[in-house]
């Protein structure tokens, strides 16, 4: 117990110490913030681990703690096996960026980028350790404006609109929340997530009042712009398209992730049996599955249509969360899990492509599976893990999902999503197609393989890609044995 | 010791696939010799898994997972027969490899995709769920795309995409259809479900996925376009081992496992018929050598698949039979055709002529494989064919066995209009006899194809075993 | 006192109009100071004293200040920006448009007795400010601790030259 404790402690102390170090530190010395960061973010990874199997040894299934300064203070935060999971993508996505950063952000930019992604990882983690909505809204808002400031970090004039795009629609999703969850409160008169669940959302005559509706719609509407879910859409290209690649990383790898899908996870779990609210997220998953993969056909930008790709599978979560139950649980959490990983490699070789081509415009590339084989193997086992081609670890994940969707009665979408998955497969090759595999023209000839960090974060991304993937069965009997399947 | 045979054919290839860069990076001849020799290694566990098949003592490994998965393999007879045809075929066609391809670059990637191919290939025949199934068979998906476009044209590339995203999309299709089958059942397991009726649905479902992968009509064109792949490629994915799959996938699910309507003994007939007779035509007007034999595929897959839906027992052990022999004759005829334009570096029909003075063993092994296919005795051809016609026609279906006839006759004219282009004739260019490994390998295939009618009894034994299974 | 806080409503949208469509950026800043001092008001009169002490003291006095300063600070720049940027195609009746729709809203609610539920009104609770904060919402104390300096972090990397 006394690890779990200190275990817990440190996810809040950790990225606190961080962001201190960070505002104080000179220039001169930012060297040092980086390696300082990137030390906490693999600790965070590591602490995740051991704390899911803590929470194994000791078979409880939450924890809650808080700092005790003066004497009886309730607990403010609780960790879940849910949110160690989300802790470890938080950690994993935040060291990618990181070693990332160190070679392509620009020198001057460094230290601004630290500060900020400290405050970031302390948003993401606060939202998976709080108990409270409104406690949940306010580190949303910090995500909100650290995220809005990263993407235009880069003072490019394309940044800097696209940046100024999230921020409105990202004010507009905090404005619904508010008011979503000031109905609420005046329903119910507390926000904490137990009370909610507790006092059985679904009663006929609480699903009867319009004013409940409403304050779902409300709640939802906003998490789903968070979560780059169609129809809210239409900032996450131009976004993931000019902010820096690192930052691109974090957006795509855990920022809609954690702000987002996790955010509506727990708010369907308040009030999720409601049939109606898991026929429309169902709906608007299988619509934001065609759309992005569609959207995705067309790009020409290497980043767009991987920006679309993130779209695109954002639907496949919200079809998980809509199916509901175990299955589809634990299908949306290894799913964000999985995406967090691929994706984070897909960009980091739109790193890897950006400082040793300097273009990423598909047309103007081709061929480099001579030039730059690492990056090219990594990205076509990224890709074959996006699809849903065995034995990667992101067929398994789609697997869950869709049998949680037949399971719940929603065949109809369960084929949609299975048959959509071929767009997947298509925008892929055709990225496959222009980048990487076919004649080297002339002008790329003499390109050389990317050394350094952002080698080292392929490989290792690819890895633990394959490793989920074969090792799935070793994940199922683990589930299985701690009761949960 | 039954079980390590069974893993050893499986994951020697599989997994050995994966060594094969590190060694190509040293020395070259050694990665060659590498990949040979993991290929004969599955060749030779399978025939020393035979006696066990035979004698009723399956190897059988099972793992047990939640959710109705498992890692469950079975080595019966059907999966035993599938695994030396496909192994003794590919086992020559890589031996070919080495004197076709050893001019051209990233020969690494290339024997990379083959071993993993094969190893895939065997995974899938010995494999006994349904998940399991669907992994290996996205696996050989996603190989023959890299080698389809081995050539990194702009082309080849686009073909390439093409079969990857038909094969993968009959793969999705087909994957709905294992749900439903866990949804009803509660396990994806073949040996808990066996003797399940499935309802009709799943079966059309999973019938659209075997037609993707076995090129029929009206699912085919991937096949003839993706003759832009180096011939042993050819000869491997699209006449001996990949086309194949989808008819193993259609024995193994619908005829030994579990139980189908009777309606489908009907349509699936109906369906090959169409495709059997349409490609015959278009291989008849094709000017293009591989394009011919492609089409040839398709009509040859047809008919192996009437054999095997008419729901007769007899034709069942027809259609393997068939299976055995078109893949040894067909992988012969692509080979040749590959030696032809590896001498003339060109396809087309029009420019070929009277090289059977320059190339005359070409010449006789294409002959030989080509009156394999056509039915002709005593090639082991005529014995398959002549089974399933004489069973087709005395359960009754007499329309079948017309088409069938006229198959035939198809079959016999456009493979002799193609040989006297391309052998007989005045010469047109010049060429020369292929590498000694080359021809190596087709007069290997060529008296396979020969002795395979000679001694045909010893795949007939196998084959009715296969029919006792149900 | 409904139809004080409908009316302070009413004069909330129309402030908060003319901050966004005003072509001038002192009159924003100024009808903005004006917004959140009717904001207010009404929270004063729903009896939550230290909600309208923190948002008048926060928004009409800190924000204008900063807002006004930074406005005259960077007058001879905003002179250019403006000329490159104005929109000359908008619709030039669309703000006093959206006003009179305002007081249409206003008028409405007044007249049509909408039931808002005024008289639910909590009684104010006897904790003193510190407990409330720091006991029963001390992560959203964190909470606003960071964002504090994130905000800080943000104008510091936004505005900061090369």
């Keep these: ?485 | 010791m039954k079980e390590i045979l069974m893993l050893a054919a499986i994951c020697v290839p599989l997994l050995g696939a994966f060594l094969i860069p590190i060694f190509g990076k040293a020395i070259t001849k050694l990665r060659n010799a590498l990949a040979l020799i993991f290929v004969l290694t599955a060749l030779l566990c399978s025939i020393l898994l035979l006696p066990y098949a035979v004698a009723d003592n399956d190897a059988v490994i099972h793992i047990y997972l939640p959710l109705g998965l498992s890692i469950g393999f079975h080595a019966d007879a059907l999966a035993v027969f599938m695994a030396i045809t496909s192994t003794l075929v590919s086992s020559v066609i890589v031996l070919y490899s080495f004197g076709y391809i050893k001019d051209y670059p990233n020969q690494n990637e290339y024997y990379l995709m083959i071993c993993l191919f094969i190893g895939a290939m065997m995974g899938l025949v010995y494999s006994s769920n349904l998940i399991l199934l669907y992994m290996f068979w996205e696996i050989t998906s996603f190989c023959s795309w890299r080698l389809i476009g081995f050539y990194r044209d702009r082309t080849a590339l686009i073909r390439a995409n093409k079969a990857f995203i038909t094969t993968v999309l009959g793969a999705l299709i087909m994957l709905i259809g294992f749900i439903g089958i866990y949804a009803e059942t509660g396990t994806f397991d073949l040996s808990v479900i066996k003797g399940y009726t499935l309802p009709s649905w799943i079966v059309a479902v999973i019938l659209v996925g075997i037609l993707t992968k076995s090129a029929t009509f009206p699912l085919h064109n991937w096949l003839p376009d993706a003759g832009v792949a180096p011939s042993p490629v050819t000869s491997l994915l699209h006449a001996a081992v990949l086309v194949k799959i989808g008819l193993y996938a259609y024995v193994r699910l619908f005829v030994v496992e579990l139980n189908i309507d009777k309606v489908f003994e009907t349509i699936v007939p109906v369906i090959a018929a169409v495709s059997a007779l349409l490609s015959a035509g278009a291989a008849l007007k094709a000017t293009d050598i591989k394009r011919v034999i492609a089409y040839s595929t398709i009509s040859q897959i047809a008919f192996i698949l009437l054999g095997l839906s008419c729901g007769v027992e007899v034709g069942l052990a027809g259609g393997l039979l068939y299976i055995l022999a078109h893949s040894i004759a067909k992988g012969g005829l692509f080979l040749c055709a590959g030696i032809v334009e590896h001498a003339l570096h060109t396809k087309d029909m029009s420019k070929m002529g009277g090289l059977i003075k320059t190339m005359p063993v070409t010449a006789i092994s294409c002959l030989f494989c080509a009156l394999s296919v056509m039915g002709i005795p005593p090639f082991g051809g005529f014995f398959a064919k002549f089974l399933v016609i004489d069973e087709i026609v005395s359960a009754g279906q007499i329309t079948l066995g017309i088409i069938f006839i006229i198959g035939a006759i198809m079959t016999v004219l456009y493979l002799a209009r193609m040989f006297s282009l391309v052998f007989l004739g005045e010469e047109k260019a010049k060429a020369h006899e292929g590498t000694k490994v080359m021809l190596a390998s087709v007069i290997i295939l060529a008296v396979l194809s020969l002795f395979m009618g000679i001694l045909i009894n010893l795949p007939t034994e196998l084959v009715k075993m296969v029919g006792g299974l149900q | 006192m409904e139809v004080i806080i409908t009316i302070c409503l009413g004069f909330m949208l129309v402030f908060a109009i003319v901050a966004v469509m005003n072509k001038s950026l002192l009159k924003s800043a100024i009808a903005l100071a004006l917004v959140s001092i009717f904001l207010g008001v009404i929270l004063y009169l729903l009896t939550a004293k230290w909600a309208a002490v923190f948002e008048v003291s926060v928004c009409s006095g800190l924000v204008t200040v900063i807002s006004i300063s930074a406005i005259s600070l960077t007058h001879e720049e905003k002179e250019q920006l403006q000329k490159k940027y104005m929109d000359k195609r908008r619709m030039a009746m669309l703000p006093y448009l959206l006003i009179l729709c305002g007081f249409l809203l206003v008028f409405i609610v007044l007249t049509a007795k909408i039931q808002l539920p005024y008289d639910q009104l909590a009684e104010p609770s006897t904790e003193t400010l510190s407990e409330a904060l720091w006991d029963n919402r001390q992560a959203d104390v964190w909470g606003q601790i960071i964002i504090l300096l994130t905000g800080a972090f943000a104008v510091v990397t936004l505005f900061k030259e090369a």
């Excluded at chain 1, 000031?182 to 507390?190: H, K, L, P, V, Y």
């Excluded at chain 1, 993969?293 to 930008?301: E, T, V, W």
């Excluded at chain 1, 719940?408 to 767009?423: E, T």
């Excluded at chain 1, 004649?439 to 989920?468: C, Y």
């Design chain 1, 1 to 485: 117990m006394r690890a779990l404790q200190y275990v817990s402690m440190l996810f809040v102390i950790i990225p606190l110490t961080a962001l201190i170090v960070c505002s104080l530190i000179k220039r001169s010395r930012q060297n040092a913030a980086f390696y300082l960061l990137s030390a906490f973010a693999a600790a965070q990874v590591g602490l995740a681990l051991y704390g899911l199997m803590l929470f194994n040894s000791l078979n409880i299934s939450e924890y809650s703690f808080g700092f005790h300064i003066t004497q009886a203070v309730a607990d403010v935060f609780t960790l879940k096996p849910a949110s160690l999971v989300m802790l470890l993508c938080i950690g994993l996505v935040s060291f990618t960026s990181l070693l990332v950063a160190y070679k392509t952000m620009p020198a001057n930019k460094k230290l601004s980028y630290l500060r900020l992604l400290s405050a970031l990882i302390i948003g993401m983690n606060g939202i998976v350790l709080v108990n409270d909505l409104f406690t949940m809204y306010l580190f949303i808002e910090i995500i909100g404006i650290s995220s809005f400031v990263l993407i235009s970090t880069t003072k490019t004039e394309e940044g800097l609109e696209s940046a100024f795009i999230y921020l409105v629609m990202s004010s507009l999703a905090s404005i619904m929340l508010l008011t979503g969850l000031a109905f609420i409160f005046m329903r119910t008169g507390s926000l904490k997530f137990e009370y909610l669940i507790a006092i059985n959302n679904t009663s006929a005559e609480v699903s009867q009042n319009a004013l409940t509706y409403l304050s779902y719609i409300l709640v939802i509407s906003g998490l789903l712009i968070k979560t780059g879910a169609v129809p809210f859409h239409s900032w996450l290209p131009d976004a993931h398209q000019s902010a820096d690649t690192s930052v691109s990383v974090l957006l795509s790898g855990i920022v809609i992730k954690a702000a987002g899908v996790y955010c509506l996870m727990r708010v369907t779990d308040i009030f999720g049996n409601l049939y109606a609210i898991r026929l429309s997220l169902a709906i608007l998953g299988v619509i934001t599955i065609a759309v992005g993969a569609m959207f995705a056909l067309h790009q020409n930008h290497f980043k767009r249509i991987l920006a679309y790709s993130s779209v695109s599978q954002m639907g496949y979560m919200l079809l998980g969360i809509s199916a509901g139950g175990i299955l589809g649980f634990i299908g949306t959490m290894l799913h964000i899990f999985n995406h967090a990983v691929f994706k984070s490699t897909l960009f980091t070789n739109a790193a890897a492509l950006h400082e040793e081509v300097h273009t990423l415009d598909i047309d103007k590339l081709g061929g480099l599976q001579k030039q730059m084989p690492i990056t090219a193997t990594t990205s076509l086992i990224a890709f074959l893990s996006t699809a849903g081609i065995p034995p990667l670890s992101g067929f398994w994940s789609k697997l869950l999902i869709i049998i949680a969707l037949w399971k719940a009665n929603f065949i109809g979408f369960a084929a949609a999503a299975l048959v959509l998955s071929i767009f997947t497969a298509a925008y892929f090759l055709r990225l496959q197609m222009n980048v990487f595999w076919g004649q080297t023209p002339e002008h790329l000839q003499s390109i050389k393989e990317v050394k350094g960090t952002i080698r080292f974060a392929e490989i290792m991304l690819t890895i633990i890609t394959i490793a989920v993937g074969l090792g799935f069965p070793f994940i199922l009997l683990f589930l299985e044995a701690s009761g949960i399947i």
